[in-house]
């Protein structure tokens, strides 16, 4: 029968990456929202159509920079 260590609560390795990238993904996916919601009102139909594709691209390329970085400095 094997001997399992038991590790203290929030060091296991993986859960704990498992939540940071959570926390980042979560993260940009609310600031993405908090943008379209704060263009909407404020640009025509026109404008906002343009400008949300702007604001959809450059926040799904931050959060990829970021995921990345996280990977590369995590492992």
């Known amino acids: 029968m094997a001997v399992r ?3 203290p609560p929030g060091t296991d390795p993986d859960r704990t990456a498992d939540g940071t990238w959570s926390i980042i993904a979560g ?6 929202a908090l943008l379209h919601v704060a263009l909407a009102p404020t640009l025509s139909t ?3 159509l ?3 594709r702007a604001v959809s691209l450059s926040t799904f ?6 995921l990345f970085a996280y990977r590369r400095r995590a492992s």
């Open 5 to 7: 260590r038991l590790r």
């Open 27 to 32: 993260g940009f996916l609310l600031l993405h």
């Open 46 to 48: 026109a404008d906002y």
């Open 50 to 52: 343009i400008a949300g």
């Open 61 to 66: 390329g931050a959060a990829l920079l970021c």
